[in-house]
Structure formats: structure tokens, C-alpha cells
């Protein structure tokens, strides 16, 4: 959007092939007629019930389809990892999942629910080890979310871990490797499966445990402990 005094934008923007630029001056009688508030969401039969994301999947049972996630699940999840992770407008969510993973939207929730920031890195700056690490320490990152494998890979290259709070998923970390890390951060073993947006369970690691579990259900969550026939 420019005003009148932005003509120095304004034609730089012009140059640009494809963008369009509205002038909140000169197209003003473009929305005249339009109502001064947002449409009611609810007079419009819309509430948290409503698809708030597609995703593909085969993790939880091996056959491929697609999950519908409602708005219900991913504003309690948003709105319990901001609590549990203590993330805030002050604290800084790199994005490492790709957005054909669920983690992805993880990332984005915790971030954007918490009006905290979100980072955007190009692939080659997210390779774990050396390349992801100092990406982390460029932006100050303060809130991660990786595999263990990837984890691994980082611990070699003996440079400074930025994060304060790390929150591995979608492989099982070692004991070995949780204990080693509880002790320099806050770690998270997070597990749960797409359907159940993105996260059902953590667990928050502390130094000299000895197995790591998934951990107690998120908030508002229930779980059920089931034996080999599937019975409670």
C-alpha cells in the first residue's frame, strides 16, 4: 500500500513484472461501498470445526491419504506449545520442517500464535551441522524443532548450539543423546501422529534419565495406553 508520497516506491514497484500496487489514495472508491469491519465469521457458518489445513500422510498406518486438521486442533495447538515451550514476542522460531511436513505447521503456530518471529532460511542454510548452526546463531534463534539424526549431526561440528529450547520429533532420540542435551538446554521429545495435529504427547527431558519417553498428553488432549489386542 502507498500514500500520496511514495512515488519514489511507487515506481520502483511499477518496474517489477506482475506485482500490482494499490495506491490507498487513487483506489479508494475501489472499497468505498465496503463494510467497515470484518464479516462476521459465525454469520457465515464458520467456526472451529472448519478445515483449517490439508496434509499428506502414511506415517500412522503405512497407507497413503490425505488428513483434514480442523481450526479446533491447530488453535490448541498453537495456543498450548506457546505455553509449554514459554514462547513469546520475544522469541525467535526457525522454520526447518518443509511445508509438506507437518512440523511445518508446528513452527508456524508456535511463531505466529505467540507473536513471536518466524525465520525463513534458503535449503542450503538449513543442511544440518555447520551450515544450520550458524543460520541459528545469525538470527538468534531461540526455538527449534529437529529430527535426532539431524541433532547428530550438529553435535559434530563443535560450533555453539543458539537455541535455549529444543524440541526433537518424528524419529525416537537416545538416551545417550537426550541425557547430553537435557543438560545444555531445555529439551522436548514431542511425539504424535498427523491426525492428531502434528504434536499429542511431550515430554521434557532432564539429565540422567534413563529411557525416554513420549511423555502426558498437550492440553485438552487424552490418550490411551492400549495392549497388543488393542484393549485398554
Not at 524419529?171 to 543438560?183: G, K, P, Y
Not at 492428531?196 to 485438552?220: D, M, Q, W, Y
Request: glycine share 10%.
Amino acid at each position: 500500500q502507498l500514500r500520496p508520497d511514495h512515488s519514489a516506491g511507487r515506481a520502483a514497484l511499477s518496474e517489477l513484472s506482475g506485482t500490482s500496487v494499490v495506491d490507498v489514495e487513487a483506489d479508494r472508491a475501489c472499497w468505498a461501498s465496503a463494510l467497515p469491519d470484518n464479516p462476521s465469521a459465525a454469520s457465515a457458518g464458520l467456526g472451529p470445526e472448519n478445515v483449517a489445513y490439508v496434509i499428506y500422510t502414511s506415517g500412522s498406518t503405512g497407507q497413503p491419504k490425505g488428513v483434514l486438521n480442523l481450526h479446533r486442533g491447530l488453535s490448541n495447538l498453537a495456543a498450548g506449545q506457546a505455553a509449554e515451550f514459554d514462547v513469546n514476542p520475544a522469541s525467535r522460531v526457525l522454520q526447518f520442517a518443509s511445508l509438506s511436513f507437518d512440523a511445518s505447521v508446528w513452527e508456524l503456530a508456535m511463531a505466529f500464535g505467540s507473536g513471536g518471529s518466524l525465520h525463513l532460511a534458503p535449503r542450503a542454510e538449513l543442511m544440518p551441522g555447520r551450515p544450520l548452526l550458524e543460520t541459528m546463531q545469525r538470527h538468534g534463534i531461540t526455538h527449534l524443532l529437529l529430527p535426532p539424526s539431524a541433532l547428530a549431526v550438529c553435535e559434530e561440528t563443535g560450533l555453539a548450539f543458539a537455541a535455549t529450547t529444543l524440541i526433537v520429533g518424528g524419529e525416537a532420540i537416545s538416551v545417550h543423546d537426550a541425557t547430553r542435551w537435557a543438560s545444555r538446554l531445555t529439551l522436548i521429545n514431542a511425539y504424535g501422529p498427523t491426525e492428531a495435529t502434528v504434536c499429542a504427547t511431550t515430554h521434557r527431558c532432564t539429565p540422567g534419565l534413563r529411557r525416554v519417553p513420549i511423555g502426558k498428553p498437550i492440553a485438552n488432549a487424552r490418550i490411551y495406553i492400549l495392549d497388543a489386542q488393542g484393549a485398554p
